[in-house]
């Protein structure tokens, strides 16, 4: 069965520092990928996806994910991380032309000022 | 463009009663999924629909069931309703549901039971 893990529950970086949110999935062929980031009260917003082609995609507000194959990942990334892009953040997978989307457990950022 | 707007964003039902939610997609779309997050269980899947038709369907109870009108706007409909039923439900549209098109999620209704 199709599955999705964020290793990282909580993650707190200092505002201007890097980031990084790993993510693994399990499937058993190439999987539509995405990431979303869900603010407190809100509901979710669509960073970036992934479908084919170039495994590094680029998304909105400065983040960046990369598709490793061979390691069954999908990294998010972003380089300079602001106070506002404190929220959870979701990698997620579709399920086979379904519709249906598969959610990791989620991963909580916190920004330091 | 509008974007997906779910109605109302809050309700506050007692053990026992029966719920509607509502969710009017992105113009254009035609496919309408609706989730359940909690806090101990995450997102998940209850069911999508595409031209008025059931399509896939998440492990859910039966007292758990929606509907799609000719115009694509969907409904949720909650029976008998349980204390775990409290949750942030979430709708998502996308132009015909196949894996390549994102889909695009509403805000949410707050449904809290006491």
């Known amino acids: 069965a199709q599955s999705v893990t964020q290793p990282d529950i909580h993650i707190t970086v200092s505002e201007g520092a890097s980031l990084e949110l790993r993510c693994n999935y399990s499937y058993g062929a190439t999987p539509y990928l995405f990431w979303y980031v869900q603010s407190p009260g809100q509901g979710l917003q669509l960073l970036l996806k992934?479908?084919?082609?170039?495994?590094l995609v680029q998304g909105i507000k400065g983040f960046e994910a990369e598709f490793k194959r061979s390691q069954s990942s999908f990294n998010l990334r972003k380089p300079s991380v602001h106070w506002s892009d404190a929220a959870e953040y979701f990698c997620?997978?579709?399920?086979?032309?379904?519709?249906?989307?598969?959610f990791g457990q989620g991963t909580t950022l916190q920004v330091k000022p | 463009k509008a974007g997906v707007t779910q109605t109302p964003r809050y309700l506050i039902k007692t053990r026992g009663q029966q719920v509607t939610l509502s969710c009017s997609p992105i113009s254009g779309h035609r496919s309408v999924s609706w989730y359940q997050q909690t806090p101990g269980q995450g997102l998940q899947f209850l069911f999508e629909y595409f031209s008025e038709t059931q399509r896939n369907k998440g492990n859910f109870p039966g007292r758990f069931s929606g509907r799609q009108f000719s115009n694509s706007r969907s409904e949720m409909n909650v029976s008998t309703l349980e204390l775990g039923d409290s949750a942030l439900y979430l709708c998502?549209?996308?132009?015909?549901?196949?894996?390549?098109?994102?889909?695009?999620f509403g805000d949410g209704t707050r449904l809290s039971i006491l």
């Open positions: 997620v997978v579709e399920a086979g032309n379904t519709g249906k989307l598969i």
């Open positions: 992934y479908f084919s082609g170039d495994t």
């Open positions: 998502a549209s996308s132009l015909e549901g196949l894996g390549n098109q994102p889909q695009h």
